[in-house]
């Protein structure tokens, strides 16, 4: 591991925004932030672009940027305490173990920015918009909680656009070209993925949509569609 990366690892250890796998934490995120204010997660931060990004927009919300990688959180703590933005801050742990970390509604909102599109059919249940991960956001989010996604990837896109209809999600907004038909600001925040345009799409895509109060086990059959229509 190179030297830089040790520094930082050492260094984030210290940082008062950032939690490693916490113990305790159900329940206590407003005794963290030190308000009852709404808390939006952005999951696979990465850099923790929109978390930054969404601080400064709303101060009168906590937004708390998870991902595994310590290194790339580092870069968007240090900005938040920089900037002392104390509304927010980050998680470092596994999505797959959230549940550890929240109370049944607790979550306002949750924001999903260029993820890994896993385009292989058979990758399609590591994508975090399938339904496996929608049950467990499903523990989290208040009734009424929202669902960003924010991805140049077509068939990510696509795929959950199926996977609203196919569930019965609600679907609130569908913007198939973010730059040039939303006025959004925090649509506007860009992070260091989207400007490599990996997905070469040179377009952004935007879905916002709520969860059914159950999700139901209709997996097989999304996956068989996804053999024959290669919706990826």
């Not at 978390?51 to 990688?69: A, E, Q």
């Not at 938040?80 to 104390?86: K, M, V």
């Not at 590591?126 to 208040?142: D, N, S």
Request: aromatic fraction near 10%.
């Amino acid at each position: 591991m190179g030297q830089k990366k040790l520094k930082r690892f050492a260094e984030i250890k210290t940082f008062a925004n950032v939690l490693e796998k916490p113990e305790g934490m159900q329940g206590k995120w407003s005794s963290f932030f030190k308000n009852d204010n709404p808390l939006v997660l952005e999951l696979a931060c990465g850099r923790g672009e929109y978390t930054v990004g969404l601080s400064r927009l709303y101060r009168d919300k906590n937004f708390l940027g998870v991902d595994i990688k310590g290194n790339r959180i580092y870069i968007g703590a240090k900005k938040c305490l920089d900037e002392n933005l104390t509304n927010g801050a980050f998680l470092r742990t596994q999505i797959e173990m959230l549940p550890l970390y929240f109370d049944k509604e607790e979550v306002d909102e949750i924001w999903i920015t260029f993820p890994d599109p896993q385009l292989r059919t058979s990758h399609a249940k590591k994508r975090l918009t399938h339904p496996r991960f929608l049950r467990l956001y499903l523990q989290l989010l208040k009734p009424d909680g929202i669902i960003h996604l924010k991805t140049d990837s077509p068939k990510l896109y696509a795929f959950t656009k199926r996977v609203i209809e196919l569930y019965g999600l609600t679907k609130l907004d569908d913007c198939d070209d973010v730059y040039n038909k939303s006025d959004k600001a925090e649509l506007k925040i860009k992070t260091h993925y989207e400007g490599l345009d990996i997905a070469q799409s040179n377009k952004i895509f935007y879905l916002q949509f709520k969860l059914p109060t159950t999700i139901v086990d209709i997996d097989e059959q999304l996956q068989e569609e996804l053999k024959l229509t290669e919706l990826e």
